[in-house]
Structure formats: structure tokens, C-alpha cells
């Protein structure tokens, strides 16, 4: 007879319910959702052998919840993980297309550098690219052109937008593409020439109302920028998703002002597709900025008063997971150096060269990390973090292979959106005795 045990990956959370006590499962792994009786969960742990309720015990199996006693799980995670960044199904790209910045922001993770993709070295990134884009085959691409500020460089990203998109609308393959920018420099004009080739949304960083983010994100005069970026925001309302992303201070009171930002664009009637809130990280060097994550409450603050103004949250499982531990995500440096962070230096960890392709030596390199027996044997949150940040892990640790752990701060928000969820599924009325979400 086989003996069952909870899987080290499942969460299990106790749910309020006036009908009868639940307890809602959540396997970080497999993203399974399950809301079960309590009593049946109890039983099930105490005595794993009692077929009780066979087809509970096959349907808890089969979701990954409860595993048969000895199997290493460890292993599974390893397995799981191979698929997991080794899948080619979608392509991505960020493209450094200059290094240049018409901002001096203070908390910049980067330092700005005279440097700016040509247009040969665009046109040899996109050969190498759609090499790969050719022999993976992805159902769809996704690019991100970012900087500096990018569009000190626009006609290098309509260029290159261009190549790849006309390249997978020949050979079906959905393409999108989007710019990550200030905001100073948006017209109209130069998004409806992007529109035409690909480009699905922009992404515009904000610190606040104008007197806390004309402090941090000033120009590289001093001057102010917050008005400017809003008005340039109205000329683009209604012709493409606005993106914006709010980055705070978590060490200072300064976020409990973000809400007039949120009201001052509302009054301005901008069309905001998405509002994402983060923390401002640390810096190699000296930052007066090294608050970290900080309180999680600050960020579960912004977004329930972001929700209160209609801008609708992202309320799925958080995720830590660091892009250089994924095989189908590129980062194109100015130069063509294939590096493996944005938020690393010109040429910095490169690992490969667009004219030359990937050197797999260097490559293995970046690839060794090893993870602590806490992290990679005991930690139930490991899948959807593996490790985190591999940036920060070089800021505060000297080494990119390092971990960024901030295993309380995303367990604060896992519990949140397993409760929420739950209470999404209790909201149907249904009378429920093991309910798969769906």
C-alpha cells in the first residue's frame, strides 16, 4: 500500500468560509489551485494510507500536491527547472540601443555611458536573432528596446522592430514589441510609425507627484521632468497601452504621496493600460537608496489604492525569477555583446557576440550557480524564485551567482493571492467540497 506525504512545494492556507472549514493548496511548481475541507486535508496528513476518499487522494496526486514517501523532490525541482528555462514556446529580447541618458536619476542602477547601438551592429544582431528565432521556431516573439533612454536612438528601434517583424509575420509567428523610456521624449508620430511594425505597448518609469519625482528622476540639468513626461503621456493616451512603473523608496514616507499621482492622471484623462509598483534597489557603490524590498505592506498599500482608482492589479503568484536563468531570453548590448542582465555595465559578463554567436564556454560560467541546502532542499517558495535576483546578489554579495533571498516578503504575497483566490472561487456560491479552481 503506498504511503502519501504533502509535497515540500505545497502551501496549504487555512480559508474563512461560514458553510465549513477550508484549507486552500497552492504547489508553486505546477501553479495548482485547490480548496479542500479541512477535516478531509487533516485526515489526508494524518493518516496518509486510509484510502478514505480515493478519488481526493488521485486528484491531489495528480496536481502535485501530495507525493508518495520517498520520492526526492529535489530532483523533481531539477527536472521541472530544465523544462522550465529551456523553453522555447516564446522568445524574448531587451535591446540596449544606447547607453545614453538625458536623465540623471538618483537611484540608477546604471551609469550612464557615451555609447549607442549603430545601425550595422543592429543589422547583425537581427541576423543573429532571426537565426534563432528560425531554428527554435517560437509560437511568439516579444522584444523590449530599452537604454538609457531608447529613444535617443529611435530609428535604430524602428529599424530593427521592422526586421523581426516582417521576418515572423512571414513564417507566422506572432510578434510584439515594446519600449521602455523615461517618457521625455514621446510624440505621437513616433508611435504610430511603431504601431505599423510590432510595437504592443510602452513602459514609462514615475516616481510620484511632481515635487518627490522631479527629486529622483530629474534631468541630467537638474530640471524638472514630471510635468513634461505627463503632458507627453496625454498627446499618446489612446493610441497605445501605457505602461507606467512607479518605483519607491521603501525607506522613506514618500509613497504615501503616490496616490495624487494616481489622481493627477486621472484628471489629465490618460488611458493607463497597467500600474506596477517597485521598490528602489540598491546600487553597486555608494546609494543612499538601500532599502531593498522593504516593508511588504507598502507595496500591498499602493496597490489597493491603485485598485480604488480602477487601475486593476496584477494579483497573480509573485515570481523572483532572474531573466539570466532563462535560455530563450537574450539582452543585446550596445556593441552587440549578448550579456546576460540590462542592468549590467557596457560589455560587462558578455557571453557571446552577435557576429561570433554564444561562447559556451563563458556561458557555463553564468549558468553554475549553486544554490544553499536551505534554498534548494528546504524552501517550499524555490520555483517561483530560484534563487532571485542574480543583480542584487551582485550588489550586496560580490557575485552573480550569489542569491537574493526575500523569502518573507514573497511568502507575504503568496498567502495574499492564495486568500484571494480563494475568495474568488467561494464568491460563485457553489457548495464546495474539493474544488479545483479553475
Request: charged letters at 25%; a negative charge.
Given at each position: ?70 520520492v526526492d523532490e529535489t530532483i523533481v525541482f531539477e527536472n521541472w ?358
Open positions: 500500500m503506498a504511503f502519501f506525504k504533502k509535497s515540500r512545494f505545497t502551501v496549504d492556507i487555512a480559508v474563512e468560509n461560514s458553510r465549513e472549514a477550508l484549507i486552500a493548496l497552492y504547489q508553486t511548481m505546477t501553479g495548482a489551485f485547490i480548496l479542500i475541507p479541512e477535516k478531509t486535508w487533516s485526515y489526508i496528513l494524518s493518516d496518509p494510507v486510509a484510502p478514505a476518499d480515493p478519488a481526493a487522494i488521485d486528484m491531489l496526486c495528480d496536481q502535485g500536491f501530495l507525493v508518495k514517501e520517498g527547472k530544465q523544462q522550465y528555462v529551456h523553453d522555447f514556446s516564446t522568445l524574448r529580447s531587451k535591446v540596449l540601443v544606447t547607453r545614453k541618458c538625458n536623465n540623471r536619476c538618483r537611484y540608477c542602477i546604471l551609469d550612464p555611458e557615451a555609447r549607442e547601438m549603430s545601425p550595422d551592429t543592429a543589422r547583425a544582431m537581427d541576423r543573429f536573432y532571426i537565426e534563432i528565432i528560425q531554428e527554435k521556431n517560437p509560437q511568439r516573439v516579444e522584444d523590449d528596446y530599452l537604454g538609457g533612454e531608447p529613444l535617443l536612438n529611435s530609428e535604430i528601434i524602428l529599424e530593427s522592430a521592422a526586421r523581426r517583424f516582417y521576418y515572423c509575420l512571414g513564417r507566422g509567428i506572432e510578434y510584439g514589441f515594446t519600449i521602455t523610456t523615461n517618457g521625455t521624449l514621446l510624440r505621437p508620430s513616433m508611435i504610430s510609425g511603431m504601431k505599423e511594425v510590432g510595437l504592443t505597448g510602452i513602459r514609462v518609469s514615475l516616481a510620484g507627484p511632481a515635487p518627490v519625482h522631479d527629486f529622483l528622476r530629474p534631468s541630467k540639468n537638474n530640471g524638472k521632468t514630471y510635468d513634461l513626461i505627463m503632458e507627453n503621456l496625454q498627446a499618446v493616451s489612446g493610441l497605445i497601452p501605457i505602461n507606467i512603473e512607479c518605483q519607491y523608496d521603501s525607506g522613506a514616507l514618500d509613497f504615501l504621496s503616490i496616490p495624487e499621482m494616481l489622481d493627477d492622471m486621472g484628471e489629465r484623462h490618460i488611458a493607463i493600460e497597467n500600474i506596477t509598483f517597485t521598490p528602489i534597489l540598491a546600487r553597486r557603490g555608494e546609494s543612499p537608496y538601500d532599502s531593498g524590498m522593504g516593508d511588504p505592506k507598502i507595496l500591498q498599500y499602493l496597490m489597493q489604492e491603485a485598485e480604488k482608482r480602477g487601475y486593476l492589479q496584477d494579483r497573480e503568484a509573485p515570481s523572483n525569477t532572474c531573466m539570466a536563468d532563462f535560455r530563450a531570453r537574450f539582452v543585446f548590448d550596445t556593441d552587440g555583446s549578448i550579456i546576460p542582465c540590462p542592468s549590467l555595465q557596457g560589455g560587462e559578463m558578455a557571453y557571446g557576440h552577435v557576429t561570433k554567436g554564444i561562447d559556451f564556454v563563458s556561458e557555463s560560467q553564468l549558468l553554475k550557480r549553486r544554490l544553499p541546502d536551505r534554498c534548494l532542499n528546504k524552501c517550499p517558495i524555490l520555483p517561483i524564485c530560484m534563487g532571485g535576483c542574480r543583480m542584487q546578489a551582485l550588489v550586496h554579495e560580490k557575485d552573480f551567482n550569489g542569491v537574493d533571498c526575500h523569502y518573507n516578503t514573497y511568502r507575504f504575497f503568496l498567502e495574499d493571492y492564495i486568500r484571494q483566490r480563494a475568495s474568488a472561487v467561494l464568491s460563485q456560491g457553489e457548495n464546495i467540497r474539493l474544488k479545483k479552481a479553475a
